[in-house]
């Protein structure tokens, strides 16, 4: 294809319109191209806010006369492409009489051929936008977000060297995931409509002996994974690792880095290809935040930097006293980005799945810190301390740049010590956000970050430029706004423990950090003005589109409770509790018949014992339910989104612990042959 459509390249790498009349052209190669490989469809691939992809495809074969045919896919449909919107959410943004929505063509992210079964498809990426033209996915708003740090981060490249013309956000995730054997997900209602176990006692060997992370990969998983290695390679993503992660069944996957928007596409096709091929082994895979209590859920940690068309990685730091001024200009101003926008990026990760993740002592916690390691600690405690502004003029500048030039190249050893528990850590020569879930697309955190780093850097500039033109020399007016930037931001760095109880004290009452817990709470940032300062000012999102996300994220949310709660009574009503009773009836009869053959009470007390306390978890186990039903009544005759969710977050969901916490008890006291459900012991150690 790259043969083929190199008139594209110059466009895509610098960032150029394309010409309309170029995409006749390209659109005739593609179809060339694809048909060679056997496609017989094509179809417009989208990120839609619901999470997943959406494609629909259309023949190339196109009926011209009686007998005849040939196969046409011309400039137009390449470009553009009519989906109803209506059935994909929208936030109040489509209204019935305009359910149209468009997809246009992303000519910055590559083609591709999807094999499913006997069948081929060219699958050309696309972003979604509504009839009124305001964004439905999660891709434009990312596009907008890589091309406004782009303008941002050229000028501020260009104070260092003229030559940069061009700087992309580059992204490298790491994807957990867990595998369990298809027919014991099936078995469970849970695990197969909300993705995660609502029920289920925690096995006696569970990641205690901490004998999973980095043990050898189990053959049948193994088999799984070159499998699906092989089906990503023939789409172009660059996948390089793979290994057992700490919880039993849960293991990762990750690729070489790639330019973000590209990445991203690969993350969500990575996603697809593996539930595809997980069948093929009879397997399910889960990407599910926490599919089980009581060991580790998934993440999914997003790599994130900078690079330039000179081939620079600006999270670099340098070797030589030039370059590690322009390391620690982009270093210090992602950190003042993250100290003033942390709420947003808190945001940017909420989701109902990720709730049961964040702050449950096993990964990062839903206060957003920033892990720099204690070299880069000191470097920026050097910096602060010895140039304050006052006395700035008079310092020896040859002897901090020394200073600073001196110790960097211990930073990469000082890193190989990371923090593992940091939601936002340095490693080396990127920031890894962590606190990624699992199953999201990354584009909603790239989204901020992007957007976040390239508002800072443009106020960088301007306050640079400003003492520029006071008569400032370059490098002065770089450290001095600098310095009070290390100065203002300080209180986002945090070296320890993240999932400490001290931890969630300091940030909370001494640092003024937030420490919000829930997806509602969360998805109330987008609301804040600063919320507007960042995304409508900078022109990522509109006023309506940003007012549009945060209905879908409350109703998303809302929903997945909603389901939640459903399979809750399935699970209690149809599942546990008769088998429950029918134990208890077995017992039962089996005092009545130690009774008619004369045998007194002695002889019957456990199985009254027994009886008894099912009785005594039933019982609760009920009432739990009918209270969590009423209150699920209750939310559900609420209209108003927000409240909606806040009515699920609070009311609902807060008795499901309740509810298994004697279910639990149950399955712990029935005979194992009386059990419907697979049990974690079986779920999480495949073999
Ligand atoms: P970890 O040690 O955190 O488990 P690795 O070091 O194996 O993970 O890899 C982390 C990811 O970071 C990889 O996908 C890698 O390609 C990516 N990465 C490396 N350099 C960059 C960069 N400059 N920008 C973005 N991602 C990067
Ligand atoms: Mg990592």
Redesign the pocket.
């Known amino acids: 294809m790259k043969k083929r459509i190199s008139v594209l390249k110059a466009s895509i790498q610098q960032g150029q319109k394309i010409d309309r009349k170029i995409a006749d052209q390209v659109a005739a190669s593609m179809k060339a191209w694809a048909m060679s490989k056997g496609a017989t469809h094509y179809t417009h691939w989208f990120q839609p806010l619901t999470g997943t992809t959406a494609e629909k495809h259309d023949s190339f074969f196109t009926p011209s006369g009686p007998a005849a045919g040939i196969e046409v896919f011309s400039g137009g449909a390449l470009v553009q492409q009519e989906p109803d919107a209506s059935s994909f959410p929208s936030g109040g943004i489509r209204s019935t009489f305009e359910a149209r929505g468009y997809t246009a063509w992303d000519p910055s992210s590559p083609a591709f051929i999807m094999e499913l079964g006997s069948g081929s498809t060219l699958c050309i990426p696309t972003i979604f936008v509504s009839y009124t033209g305001e964004a439905l996915d999660y891709k434009a708003p990312l596009l907008k977000s890589l091309h406004l740090l782009d303008e941002a981060a050229v000028p501020v490249c260009q104070y260092f060297d003229k030559n940069v013309t061009r700087v992309t956000a580059?992204?490298?995730?790491?994807q957990e995931y867990f595998v369990v054997d298809e027919a014991l997900f099936l078995n469970r209602p849970d695990l197969s409509i909300c993705g995660r176990t609502l029920i289920g006692h925690y096995p006696a060997k569970g990641q205690q002996l901490e004998d999973h992370y980095f043990g050898t990969i189990p053959e049948r998983i193994f088999n799984y994974m070159v499998d699906f290695e092989m089906e990503c390679h023939k789409l172009g993503i660059p996948l390089?690792?793979r290994h057992n992660e700490v919880a039993p069944g849960q293991f990762?996957c990750?690729?070489?880095?790639e330019e973000a928007s590209i990445a991203v596409d690969h993350n969500c096709l990575l996603m697809d290809v593996m539930e595809k091929v997980a069948r093929h082994h009879k397997l399910r895979v889960l990407f599910h935040e926490k599919p089980f209590a009581g060991v580790n859920g998934s993440g999914k940690?997003n790599?994130?930097?900078m690079?330039t068309d000179t081939g620079k990685?600006l999270?670099?730091p340098g070797k030589t006293p030039r370059t590690n001024l322009q390391f620690l200009t982009f270093f210090i101003n992602t950190i003042k980005a993250v100290h003033d926008n942390a709420d947003l990026l808190r945001a940017s990760i909420a989701s109902a799945n990720n709730d049961h993740r964040l702050g449950a002592n096993e990964a990062p916690p839903a206060i957003i810190s920033a892990f720099i390691g204690t070299a880069l600690r000191s470097v920026l405690n050097e910096i602060e301390n010895r140039v304050d502004a006052k006395t700035f003029d008079d310092l020896d500048k040859a002897d901090l740049r020394l200073d600073i030039h001196n110790k960097i190249p211990d930073l990469l050893l000082d890193n190989t010590d990371?923090n593992r528990t940091s939601p936002f850590a340095f490693?080396g020569?990127?920031f890894?956000f962590r606190a990624v879930g699992s199953s999201a697309n990354c584009s909603k955190a790239m989204t901020t970050v992007n957007t976040i780093v390239a508002a800072q850097l443009k106020a960088f500039r301007e306050e640079v430029d400003g003492l520029i033109k006071g008569g400032e020399n370059k490098d002065n007016a770089i450290l001095k706004v600098l310095t009070r930037y290390i100065g203002e931001s300080k209180n986002i760095l945090f070296e320890g423990d993240n999932y400490s109880e001290e931890w969630a004290k300091e940030a909370t009452e001494n640092r003024g950090l937030n420490n919000v817990k829930t997806t509602p709470e969360a998805i109330d940032f987008y609301a804040t003005e600063r919320a507007k300062n960042i995304f409508v000012k900078n022109h990522i999102l509109s006023e309506r589109e940003l007012h549009a996300r945060m209905e879908i994220e409350f109703e998303e949310y809302a929903k997945k409770i909603q389901i939640e709660a459903r399979i809750y009574g399935e699970l209690v009503y149809n599942y546990v509790l008769p088998a429950a009773v029918e134990y208890q009836n077995a017992l039962l009869d089996n005092v009545m018949k130690l009774k008619a053959v004369g045998l007194n009470e002695a002889h019957y007390k456990e199985q009254i014992d027994l009886a008894t306390n099912i009785t005594l978890h039933l019982n609760h186990l009920r009432a739990a339910l009918e209270r969590m039903v009423e209150e699920r009544k209750r939310a559900n005759r609420i209209e108003h989104a927000r409240e909606k969710a806040f009515a699920y977050c609070n009311n609902v969901k807060t008795l499901f612990d309740e509810i298994r916490e004697h279910a639990d008890m149950l399955e712990r006291y029935l005979p194992d042959t009386k059990w419907p459900l697979a049990k974690y012991r079986e779920l999480l150690f495949v073999k």
Do not use: D, I, Q, V
Not at 170 to 174: A, D, I, K, S
Not at 254 to 257: E, G, K, N, S, V
């Open positions: 580059t992204l490298g995730w790491e390089r690792t990762e990750a690729p070489m880095f940690h790599n994130w930097s690079g990685n999270l670099s990371r490693t020569n990127k890894e």
